[in-house]
Nanobody
């Protein structure tokens, strides 16, 4: 069964940093688009950032300049580096891989969406 697994969430103070990781046991991510979504309590899930097979990226305006997505194909991992975190960044962060049916601006090999279980990020003093 194809799956993606997130790690790296936790509790951090405002202004702090976290790095989330997404890996895929059993298949390689490098030919697919991969992205991060988040869902805050009482809000809809939103796309945060994605990275195409080509390496091009897209990032939401709300996190632009603070978050960076990258991929290390040698480690079969996609990262979301989050700096200058704010309380409004709090939520469950999900990694997903798929194609243009899932991502606004990222592309790769066609694939039905695969979602991770999510990792909690809490920004609080």
């Amino acid at each position: 069964q194809l799956q993606v697994v997130e790690s790296g969430g936790g509790l951090v103070q405002p202004g702090g940093s976290l790095r989330l990781s997404c890996t895929a046991p059993g298949f390689t991510l490098d030919i697919y688009a991969v992205g991060w979504f988040r869902q805050a309590p009482g809000k809809e899930r939103e796309e945060v950032s994605c990275i195409s097979r080509s390496g091009s990226t897209n990032i939401a305006d709300s996190v632009k300049g603070r978050f960076t997505i990258s991929r290390d194909n040698t480690k079969n991992t996609v990262y979301l580096q989050m700096n200058s975190l704010k309380p409004e960044d709090t939520g469950v962060y999900y990694c997903a891989t798929g194609d243009t049916r899932l991502f606004r601006s990222c592309s790769g090999t066609p694939l039905n969406p695969i979602w991770g279980q999510g990792t909690q990020v809490t920004v609080s003093s």
